[in-house]
């Protein structure tokens, strides 16, 4: 569970680096929310690592990073913007982070129905 | 927290709601802010413009008519590229000429009449380019500064005044 938890933190750091970058690379009212995004994918690693909450912020950093993804996948079918490397990047990094924060949350709590037993 | 009911629903029901709350909600924002981005990207605006004169006071000092602009405003958005299609509709032997307040610079094709056909020249990034009649000019530029600009014919002021409001 250990190894999860650190690469959790590191795939959101990695997550968070990237948009930060591409928020700030880029003009413009959507490029600045991914800027907004990196913010939040640095805020939540380091929630992961101080194991806060850890049953209820995996589940929510889980369910961020779909929402994120489908954001970009509806905003890049309609307008085309977004269709870039970094953005491509950016995008299966969170698809193997979202496959590692199911994993995670897995095994808390099979880790916390062992210890009730 | 175990004792609720989050606590007591499985990992795999958790997780599927989450999943299926997180995908629909991202879809409805994803679909607004594409919506809002489509809609204000920078755009190609088209526009005719052709010289008119007034029915009155014709003619004026010198000899020279109150002529005007049609249209004489061109509402555009703050990095719209502008394409004007400017024609010299004169019955008469007279010329105009388009002439853009700075920072404005435009690019410009002017082609001829019916003695002249075809492209008679191209004149990249000046302000002022000038149409003998029945002459017209393809004239671009983008709108890369927001407010409200003139564009006149050094010829037949004041009348002969527009106006380009780029939007911010």
């Known amino acids: 569970m250990k190894f999860l938890r650190w690469s959790a ?25 991914w800027y907004v995004m990196g ?5 939540a690693a380091i929630v992961i ?25 509806t905003v890049a079918l309609e307008t085309g ?25 897995r095994s808390s709590r099979a880790s916390v129905a062992v210890l009730a037993h | 927290m175990t004792g609720s009911g989050f606590g007591k629903l499985s990992s795999e029901k958790l997780l599927a709601a989450a999943a299926l709350i997180a995908i629909s909600s991202g879809a409805v924002v994803g679909l607004s802010v594409g919506y809002v981005v489509h809609y204000s990207a920078p755009a190609t605006r088209t526009f005719y413009l052709f010289d008119g004169t007034l029915p009155f006071s014709e003619p004026s000092f010198y000899n020279i008519p109150h002529d005007t602009f049609v249209p004489d405003t061109i509402t555009v ?3 719209d590229h502008v394409v ?12 105009h000429t388009f002439t853009m307040d ?17 492209v008679v020249g191209t004149y990249p990034n000046v302000g002022d380019i000038v149409l003998s009649q029945g002459q017209n000019a393809t004239i671009t530029f983008t709108a890369n500064w927001a407010g409200t600009f003139r564009y006149y014919c050094a010829y037949h002021q004041p009348t002969m005044t527009g106006y380009l409001v780029v939007i911010g």
């Open chain 1, 49 to 73: 690592a101080a194991n806060i909450e850890p049953r209820f912020s995996q589940l929510t950093v889980f369910a961020y990073t779909l929402f994120l993804w489908s954001v970009w996948a």
């Open chain 2, 84 to 95: 004007i299609h400017y024609i010299n509709i004169e019955d008469v032997s007279e010329s």
């Open chain 2, 102 to 118: 700075l920072p404005y610079t435009f690019d410009a094709t002017l082609y001829g009449n019916a003695t002249q056909q075809g």
């Open chain 1, 9 to 33: 933190v590191a795939l959101l750091l990695v997550t968070g680096i990237i948009d930060l970058y591409y928020g700030n690379s880029f003009a413009g009212f959507y490029e600045n929310l």
């Open chain 1, 81 to 105: 913007i977004g269709l870039d490397a970094v953005a491509y990047a950016d995008k299966a990094i969170e698809a193997v982070l979202a496959v590692n924060m199911v994993l995670l949350f």
């Open chain 1, 39 to 43: 913010g939040i994918y640095v805020f």
């Open chain 2, 77 to 79: 958005d703050k990095g």
